[in-house]
Nanobody, 119 residues
Framework: QVQLVESGGGLVQAGGSLRLSCTAS????????MGWFRQAPGKEREFVAG????????SYADSVKGRFTISRDNAKNTVYLQMNSLKPEDTAIYYC????????????WGQGTQVTVSS
């Protein structure tokens, strides 16, 4: 079984930065890809960013392109989300997720970390 644990959320003013981390444990960890999703109050969960474990080009939601950067450290089984130029509309619970093939959905999820951006 895979456990994903996020950290790094918090309260920040608009224009500020945060870095989220997600560390995996529980089995030999070699996913196909990991991603970050978020869910704001009253809204559906949405994709934020994703990266393949083999080092392919990352992908981003249009709303965060140029502001957020996803990266990974394979040796630490950790994926990061650097968030710059934060906006109040970035306020949400952020979840990391993993999948082990390129066809299926993300099947493993962390518990989420709250990010609040004040105006």
């Amino acid at each position: 079984q895979v456990q994903l644990v996020e950290s790094g959320g918090g309260l920040v003013q608009a224009g500020g930065s945060l870095r989220l981390s997600c560390t995996a444990s529980g089995r030999t960890f070699s996913p196909y890809a990991m991603g970050w999703f978020r869910q704001a109050p009253g809204k559906e969960r949405e994709f934020v960013a994703g990266i393949t474990w083999s080092g392919g080009s990352p992908s981003y939601a249009d709303s965060v392109k140029g502001r957020f950067t996803i990266s990974r450290d394979n040796a630490k089984n950790t994926v990061y989300l650097q968030m710059n130029s934060l906006k109040p509309e970035d306020t949400a619970i952020y979840y990391c997720a993993a999948k082990f093939n390129n066809l299926g959905p993300y099947g493993y999820w962390g518990q989420g970390t709250q990010v609040t951006v004040s105006s």
